[in-house]
């Protein structure tokens, strides 16, 4: 997407943040949230995720939010310190559009840079379009649980999806 530009969360994005999460909490299953967080939760989150070392970034354009990311760690044991979660979510309005797979390649390079050697995807719901994301930037499946969530009036899978990010071959 020409004139997309990724950098790192400020405060102030805090408002717009909350708006794309709440849209796909109220019509999506990649959260199995029923409401989101305030504002001031996510400030709490961000800045929690920036004394930590790790990314926290937003795509937009022309000022406009269009999506965020972010990578943490996937448990808070030592053993899984080299090993990430990410996150990311596209406002309605930008999907399809190839901001997602921007911002994840740029999430996947700054979590290299914060030292992680691995990065799990956890897909709420299955969501197609984030499996195909994933995928797209070189996540493989990784596992899938099944009937764990249950939203809208359904059970829900989650799917889990990995990338390496040493650039060592997995077969070695």
Known sequence: MPDLRIRPARDSDARAIQAIYDYHVAHGTASFDSTGPSAAEWLEKMAAIRSSGW???????????????????????AAYARTCENSIYVADAARGMGVGSALLGSLIDAARASGFEQMIAVIGGGEPASVALHAKCEFFHAGRLRNVGFKFGRKLDTVYMQRDLTGEDPSA
């Open 55 to 77: 990314p926290f970034l937003v795509a937009e354009k022309d000022s406009e939010m269009l999506a965020y990311a972010y990578a943490i760690v996937f448990r808070p044991r």
